[in-house]
Antibody, heavy 122, light 112 residues
Framework: QITLKESGPTLVKPTQTLTLTCTFS??????????VGWVRQPPGKALEWLAL???????QYSPSLKTRLTITKDTSKNQVVLTLANMEVVDTATYFC??????????????WGNGTTVTVSS | EIVLTQSPLSLPVTPGEPASISCRSS???????????LDWYLQKPGQPPQLLIY???NRASGVPDRFSGSGSDTDFTLKITRVEAEDVGIYYC?????????FGGGTRVEIK
């Protein structure tokens, strides 16, 4: 059974760097075809994709946030870490991590964590 | 970036009746080998999104067969043959063809 759990601060100040950890079980990020992604959702708004990291350490970022985002993995700890620098009030959101699976030609995010809510305020 | 436009924004439904949601893409999501890279998710109140459909028409594991996805190129549809009370929530389409991955604005399904 695959599970993912996001953790990190609930409150950060503007200009600070947010560090979120996704701790997972039930799969390995060293298995070919596997990835972990991050998606966020501002209060009452739609989903926004942020970043992906794959088993081969290939990383993909949202172009609009690329200069501020970093995604890394620690395969031995079954963790993926997302950092978002220079936080702003508009970055207030619930942040989700998700398991990305390959099936033939397709990749999809099939299992999601419950999310962690981050508020940016001074 | 690829823009996805969903309609309607809100869909009141009667249990047992069918429902349909449209998702239109600003660019083709169809590859030269015939695959469409469009997924559907349902976010129930207070929960994370759950995958319903991938590749335009493939039901994810454990998804009831009352859900079906169809369409190709730039026009896609999610259909529910008979809506149940547990189907309420916000439905999102997402394109998985190009980075950045992008989501539609969502369709809120509620029981009349």
């Amino acid at each position: 059974q695959i599970t993912l759990k996001e953790s990190g601060p609930t409150l950060v100040k503007p200009t600070q760097t947010l560090t979120l950890t996704c701790t997972f079980s039930g799969f390995s990020l060293s298995t070919a075809g596997v990835g972990v992604g991050w998606v966020r959702q501002p209060p009452g708004k739609a989903l926004e994709w942020l970043a992906l990291i794959y088993w081969d350490n290939n990383r993909q970022y949202s172009p609009s946030l690329k200069t501020r985002l970093t995604i890394t993995k620690d395969t031995s700890k079954n963790q993926v870490v997302l950092t978002l620098a220079n936080m702003e009030v508009v970055d207030t959101a619930t942040y989700f991590c998700a398991h990305r699976r390959s099936m033939g030609s397709f990749y999809y995010m099939d299992v999601w964590g419950n999310g962690t809510t981050v508020t940016v305020s001074s | 970036e690829i823009v996805l436009t969903q309609s309607p924004l809100s869909l009141p439904v009667t249990p047992g009746e069918p429902a349909s949601i449209s998702c239109r893409s600003s660019q083709s999501l169809l590859t030269s080998n015939g695959y469409n890279f469009l997924d559907w998710y349902l976010q129930k109140p207070g929960q994370p999104p759950q995958l319903l459909i991938y590749g335009g028409s493939n039901r994810a594991s454990g998804v009831p067969d009352r859900f079906s996805g169809s369409g190709s190129d730039t026009d896609f549809t999610l259909k529910i043959t008979r809506v149940e009370a547990e189907d309420v929530g916000i439905y999102y389409c997402m394109q998985a063809l190009r980075i950045p991955l992008t989501f539609g604005g969502g369709t809120r399904v509620e029981i009349k």
